[in-house]
Nanobody, 126 residues
């Protein structure tokens, strides 16, 4: 399983970014894909997860209504559209994948492996 995140950057509060997660090495549509974020000194947080088997999704309360997770199976890519960004969204964002887990479980940390890519930095200025 190889995942590469991109799309981060510096944006003003209220702005938008779209993160991409390019996947390879596995059958994309058998998996649950998750976006997680981490701020130095804090635990990694599950932001949003999607089960490709049925399209079910989970969003953390802190991002619900502002972020949208989606996938393009033809491109083996997952996206996180982030609107209405707030300074507290500043973090390094990572994507991860695991086989057939309920999105809420995966975002809560169940089944997470301690193996992460380089992530993509999102910085929101006030």
């Amino acid at each position: 399983v190889q995942l590469v995140e991109s799309g981060g950057g510096l944006v003003q509060a209220g702005g938008s970014l779209r993160l991409s997660c390019a996947a390879s090495g596995f059958t994309f549509d058998d998996y649950t894909i998750g976006w997680f974020r981490q701020v130095p000194g804090k635990a990694r947080e599950g932001v949003s997860c999607i089960a490709l088997s049925d399209g079910s999704t989970y969003y953390a309360d802190s991002v619900s209504g502002r972020f949208t997770i989606s996938t393009d199976v033809s491109k083996n890519t997952a996206y996180l559209q982030m609107n209405g960004l707030k300074p507290e969204d500043t973090a390094v964002y990572y994507c991860a994948a695991e086989s057939r887990l309920p999105p809420a479980w995966y975002c809560s940390g169940y089944g997470l492996r301690d193996s992460w890519g380089q992530g993509t930095q999102v910085t929101v200025s006030s």
